[in-house]
């Protein structure tokens, strides 16, 4: 079935630096991506939307400089966190929609998450 | 307002007996519902969807009311494996952006 790989699952990096978070779509092609933080018992924020070749979208109060996304190919996805700072510690996580001609339906098929905690 | 409300409980449900709960969503032209469940820090996975005239799938009951503008789960027969968090998930289209509520917690106890 549709899989999307996320890595890291988990992350520790120091205050100021940058991080990186990969989701590849496996076995389908992601036209579109959508990026999610999640901080400890409260729902999943969409951050972006990001559509294969094109620029994200970001939702209202997401700073793009900071969050950088990059949706190169059909299969590939990336989030940095540009500067992390220890507000920004949060389980980060993708899903992906596949392509209405490969035969899924419109299910989001979401990756394992990535736990980033910043010192 | 939040877009998506759920109770965050926790319900506590003794193995065998029988759980529900609601979750209600403020926009009128919301038009696709989805229950998801999440373990702890792990993805959230779709449990089901939510029909209009409501839909079953084994021990799990879902239901729709648009008036109220609520969904509705109902767990029979409860296991300790559907301990977990489960969240209401709602959006406009087919297309739109998903709307999550924070989640209802459940816990089965032996």
């Known amino acids: 079935g549709a899989v999307v790989s996320q890595h890291p699952s988990r992350v520790i990096c120091k205050s100021g630096t940058s991080v990186k978070i990969e989701c590849r779509s496996l076995d389908f092609q992601a036209t579109t991506m959508f990026w999610y933080r999640q901080f400890p018992k409260q729902s999943l924020m969409l951050m972006a939307t990001s559509n294969e070749g094109s620029k994200a979208t970001y939702e209202q109060g997401v700073e793009k400089d900071k969050f950088l996304i990059n949706h190169a190919s059909l299969t590939l996805s990336t989030l940095t966190v540009t500067s992390a700072h220890p507000e920004d510690s949060s389980f980060y996580i993708c899903?992906?929609?596949?392509?209405?001609?490969?035969?899924?339906?419109?299910?989001?098929?979401f990756g394992s998450g990535t736990q980033l905690s910043v010192l | 307002r939040k877009e998506v409300e759920q109770d965050p409980g926790p319900f506590n449900v003794p193995e065998g007996a029988t759980v529900a709960f609601n979750c209600t969503y403020s926009n009128s032209a919301s038009q696709s519902f989805f229950w998801y469940r999440q373990d702890c820090r792990k993805e959230p996975k779709l449990l089901m969807s939510v029909y209009s005239s409501g839909n079953e799938d084994g021990r799990f009951t879902a239901q729709l009311n648009r008036a109220s503008q609520y969904i509705s789960l109902l767990i029979r027969d409860s296991k300790l494996s559907d301990s977990a968090t489960y969240l209401c998930?709602?959006?406009?289209?087919?297309?739109?952006?998903?709307?999550f509520g924070a989640g209802t917690q459940v816990v089965v106890t032996p």
């Open positions: 998930v709602v959006t406009t289209d087919s297309w739109g952006k998903l709307q």
């Open positions: 899903s992906a929609r596949a392509r209405q001609d490969r035969g899924l339906n419109e299910k989001l098929f």
